[in-house]
Nanobody
Framework: VQLQASGGGLVQAGGSLRLSCAAS????????MGWFRQAPGKEREFVAA????????LYLDSVKGRFTISRDNAKNTVYLQMNSLKPEDTAVYYC????????????????WGQGTQVTVSS
């Protein structure tokens, strides 16, 4: 599966962005999907994940209540709605696909998109 992330940009603290990740291939609905982020000088970290059906989600503690992951299997797309953004959310955001139902572990994801930059100004 090939992934294309989009929707990043520059936003003020407290603002919102919606990231999208479009997947190619007819088997999108068989994959768990995740969003990760990587800030300069830091390791890539898990942000959110969603099961193939959308019935199960996982979140990084610091984004719970602010970010929402969702998917539309008919459109082969997964979304990350980000509200109440903070400067510490600044990073390159990556979408990824896993053959597991849903997982926080970066090593469980075999397919990655190219990343989209999110910058939150204070």
């Amino acid at each position: 599966v090939q992934l294309q992330a989009s929707g990043g940009g520059l936003v003020q603290a407290g603002g919102s962005l919606r990231l999208s990740c479009a997947a190619s291939g007819r088997t999108f609905s068989r994959y768990g999907m995740g969003w990760f982020r990587q800030a300069p000088g830091k390791e890539r970290e898990f942000v959110a994940a969603i099961s193939w059906s959308g019935g199960s989600t996982l979140y990084l503690d610091s984004v719970k209540g602010r970010f929402t992951i969702s998917r539309d299997n008919a459109k082969n797309t997964v979304y990350l709605q980000m509200n109440s953004l903070k400067p510490e959310d600044t990073a390159v955001y990556y979408c990824a696909a896993t053959q597991f139902i849903s997982t926080r572990s970066v090593v469980d994801y075999g397919y990655w998109g190219q990343g989209t930059q999110v910058t939150v100004s204070s």
